[in-house]
């Protein structure tokens, strides 16, 4: 989606933004104090496009050479930029880009100097000095392909923070893209978007935008993309009624489409009856074997197994999930199948076979394209975590069925890849048998740094361990210090790391109880800001983490809560359902200001009004992450 002609000037920025990228180079020429630099743009195939750049000292401040020069590209905005070599050609430095070669079709670009001056200092420095330039992939025809206006579009919106928010020329890109690409539907749905942030949400825009809708679904009957897209776009201006009659009319139409079977398995999750959510998953696992949500039914299906201590029924789910499972969805019924088991020391030759599968299907996600909106560390971290949980499922297997090298293989990948009690234990426990007690003893006392029943458990065990070794007290209070300062620098560098600094956007809405909050109001408090909804599990978890926090936290930082949803009765009734005592406002349009990629996702503001640190969806760590952020925010 965020996707992104070659742009010459920051002035042209702002204009239509279609130039042409010809076999004729273009140029582009940024002059300095003491020196010159310029960068062409050469088409070479349908795909690929020769960038050269020239430098050019003009005056003897300072005398230096430059030693390299590096191609900044930023592919997706949302995601750390590629640092690419150039290769020196004569007294000119060039790089190709090949498109083929990537799966975006506009990237934006700078380049990187590195000098080096008649003393032997290096020095680096970015020549587009705030500036930078895009590329768009062309068809033959001179026009961008599909999706390249629509990524410049974004770019303009403000996604990343790359270049500064230009919402008329965003709209002005978008449109074109329209105009190019009619059949764009995401394109419009984006332009919808940017005309309400642009407008505040004018009810006179929406009702244009309204309009618009209501002759595109006139004749969009019998084609299903553009029907889902009126849908998306009604819900977008707060019609939910004229949504969910179209919505029923697109189920009646196809009646055996995605969309039907969706919607009969939001109406199984619905269900609170545990023994009945769990008879019509089986049903509908039955009746849609091949469709794309029945992973998700088969991975609901094995936790309510799992509850009800079905073990037949658990292998029978197991096995089919064994069988043809792809996705995440899978991996996560087949790690709860395979810990319950292992648990239960019963079916272990199995538990192995899901664990590993688990594993593999986790790691074949770490290869597919990342989620926009995630950052390159986020994303790997979830991942990391993820697999560090399937792991010990797999090392503790092993280790009950009494393959010890297999298990400490697993179990120590998994203890490289996350900071976790349960992965401590395990592995201490492994270690143990093995006769490596210096692993073992170290293991345990990490266990040992958390508070649960894990950790009482690793005391227990180390204690004995201890005994055996015939070591007094002393020793052991030391290295029980020595162990809980390690994961506490572990885990303090992860975290910290993740810090970023980016002006959180002004709002003012309204709370459940008729009050108005507005940002600008709080300034000199840290604050927790979590977009949440209704409908999601997640959510949920979060808000009953931070609700925790609040009670330690409540008077030094600032807690809000802004609900997506856009019934503020369905709000108001979850609110009063579930106890919430936080701070809960009604979304107006600010969602899209935060550039919103699902819910929950968590923002932790300075005292300055700067985002610190970001949390997209939940993690069971979250808060003994959130307690080190705000203790680092207090402290400044």
């Not at 083929?100 to 032997?120: N, P, Q, W």
């Not at 203790?631 to 400044?636: Q, V």
Request: aromatic content about 8%; proline content about 3%; some cysteine.
């Amino acid at each position: 989606m965020k996707r992104c002609i070659f742009q010459l000037t920051a002035i042209m920025l702002n204009c239509l933004m279609i130039s042409v990228l010809s076999v004729r180079a273009q140029t582009s020429t940024l002059r300095y104090r003491d020196y010159s630099v310029s960068h062409q743009i050469l088409s070479v195939s349908e795909t690929e496009y020769q960038i050269t750049f020239q430098y050019k000292p003009e005056g003897d401040i300072v005398k230096r050479t430059l030693e390299s020069v590096a191609l900044i590209v930023y592919e997706n905005p949302y995601l750390e930029p590629e640092n690419l070599p150039m290769t020196r050609v004569g007294n000119d430095w060039e790089i190709k880009w090949d498109f083929a070669l990537h799966e975006e079709v506009m990237i934006t670009y700078g380049f990187e100097l590195v000098f080096k001056s008649d003393t032997g200092e290096i020095t680096k420095t970015e020549n587009n000095q705030g500036e930078w330039w895009q590329l768009l992939w062309e068809e033959t025809d001179n026009q961008p392909v599909k999706g390249a206006l629509q990524s410049l579009a974004l770019l303009y919106a403000g996604a990343g923070d790359i270049l500064e928010e230009d919402l008329p020329g965003a709209i002005e890109t978008i449109e074109n893209e329209i105009d190019l690409y009619p059949e764009n539907l995401e394109a419009r749905t984006i332009r919808i978007q940017l005309l309400l942030k642009e407008s505040e949400n004018d009810p006179a825009t929406a009702d244009e935008i309204e309009k618009e809708i209501d002759s595109f679904a006139k004749s969009a009957t019998y084609n299903r993309d553009e029907m889902n897209y009126a849908i998306n776009a009604y819900r977008l201006i707060g019609k939910d009624e004229k949504a969910e009659e179209l919505e029923k009319k697109l189920i009646r139409i196809f009646p055996d489409g995605e969309e039907a079977i969706k919607k009969t398995l939001d109406d199984i999750m619905e269900i609170e009856s545990e023994e009945e959510k769990t008879t019509e998953l089986k049903r509908f696992c039955r009746e849609h074997p091949d469709s794309p949500y029945t992973e998700y039914a088969l991975s609901t299906l094995a936790s309510l197994l799992i509850a009800a201590k079905d073990t037949e029924e658990m292998i029978r789910v197991g096995d089919e999930l064994l069988k043809k499972g792809d996705t995440p969805a899978a991996a996560g019924g087949l790690a709860g199948l395979a810990g319950a088991f292992t648990e239960n020391r019963t079916e272990l030759i199995r538990a192995i076979a899901y664990a590993r599968k688990a594993v593999e299907l986790i790691q074949d996600v770490e290869l597919s394209e990342k989620p926009s909106g995630v950052t390159d560390a986020d994303w790997k971290d979830q991942l990391q975590i993820t697999e560090a949980r399937y792991l010990d499922v797999l090392g503790w297997a092993y280790v009950r069925n009494g393959d010890l090298e297999n298990g400490l293989a697993a179990l120590t990948r998994a203890a490289g890849n996350a900071s976790m009690p349960g992965i401590y234990y395990h592995f201490a426990v492994a270690a143990e048998k093995a006769g490596r007690l210096k692993d073992a003893a170290e293991h345990y006392a990490r266990a040992v740094s958390f508070d649960g029943e894990t950790a009482e458990k690793a005391l227990e065990a180390l204690n004995t361990l201890w005994q055996k070794t015939g070591r007094d007290s002393t020793t052991l209070n030391h290295l029980l210090e020595e162990q809980e300062q390690w994961v506490i620098n572990r885990y303090n560098t992860n975290v910290l790391s993740r810090r970023m600094s980016r002006p959180a956007p002004d709002f003012n809405l309204e709370d459940v109880k008729g009050g108005w909050v507005s940002l600008s109001d709080q300034s000199e408090n840290v604050i927790l800001l979590c977009f949440w909804g209704t409908w999601s599990q997640s959510s949920y978890r979060m808000l009953r983490d931070l609700q925790n926090l609040a009670y330690d936290y409540g008077q030094e930082a600032l807690f809000l809560t802004v609900a997506v949803d856009p019934d503020p009765d369905k709000v108001l009734e979850y609110v009063k359902k579930y106890n919430l005592a936080l701070t809960t406002l009604i979304n107006d349009g600010t969602d899209r200001d935060y550039n919103l990629e699902g819910v929950p996702m968590l923002f932790v503001i300075d005292r300055s009004g700067r985002i610190q640190f970001k949390h997209r969806g939940y993690r069971p760590d979250l808060t003994e992450m959130l307690i080190l952020e705000l203790e680092t925010l207090l402290d400044e």
